[in-house]
């Protein structure tokens, strides 16, 4: 069964600083996705990562995949307040898409 | 436009009642699915429907019962309303009959159960 795990679980930022957050998955998972959950709200796709070496931008976030590693990665550069949210990323595996514990992201001034 | 809608957004109710939960999508998609977060925010997968079909069934206590009268609608009514069943439910749906195709997630329904 497919298992995904995200590092950190917590993470307090500058505005203006970069940071990475990290995505591990177990086994072969078909495709990698991040979403973005804001506080009471519904979860906002951000990226389909289909590929070994795939990376997709968009704004000040940067979502790669390395499927030999079994690893995800989203960038975030030059952190603003609007990018606090809580970051999902999820693999799939018998059509199920299993999802990472989240990470909270805060970006303060 | 609502993409995925639900409905209620919120459900407060006693335990042991009886409720259910509706979730329709106008994007035309072939795959739905019902999704629980619970308090720490991890969401789990719990069923996916396929052209009124079900496809995933995971590991859900059978008074959780998924019914799809058309591949627009995927609702969930839920027996004996236990207090471990307060959560978010997220539906969602996708398109075609590939399960690893995006979701599209709903606004979620807030349930509490006293």
């Known amino acids: 069964e497919l298992k995904v795990e995200q590092n950190p679980l917590f993470l307090s930022m500058q505005e203006g600083k970069n940071y990475t957050i990290y995505c591990n998955y177990s086994t072969t998972s078909d495709r990698l996705y991040w979403y973005r959950q804001d506080p009471g709200k519904s979860l906002e796709s951000l990226f389909v990562?289909?590929?070994?070496?795939a990376v997709k931008q968009e704004g000040r976030l940067m979502a790669s995949l390395d499927t030999k590693a079994r690893l995800s990665t989203l960038h975030i550069t030059a952190a603003v307040h609007d990018l606090s949210a809580t970051y999902f990323c999820?693999?799939?595996?018998?059509?199920?898409?299993?999802f990472g514990q989240g990470t909270i992201l805060t970006v303060h001034p | 436009d609502t993409a995925v809608s639900q409905t209620p957004k919120y459900l407060v109710t006693q335990m042991g009642n009886d409720k259910s939960i509706k979730c329709e999508q106008n994007?035309?998609?072939?795959?739905m699915y019902w999704y629980k977060q619970d308090s720490k925010k991890f969401l789990k997968i719990m069923f996916s429907y396929n052209n009124k079909e079900l496809i995933i069934n995971e590991t859900v206590p059978n008074r959780f019962s998924p019914k799809s009268p058309d591949k627009a609608h995927l609702n969930l009514h839920i027996n004996s309303l236990e207090l471990g069943d307060s959560a978010v439910y997220f539906c969602?749906?996708?398109?075609?009959?590939?399960?690893?195709?995006?979701?599209?997630f709903g606004p979620g329904t807030r349930l509490t159960v006293l």
């Open positions: 999820g693999g799939t595996s018998y059509g199920k898409l299993t």
């Open positions: 994007l035309g998609h072939d795959t």
């Open positions: 969602a749906s996708s398109p075609g009959q590939s399960l690893y195709n995006e979701q599209f």
């Open positions: 990562l289909l590929s070994n070496g």
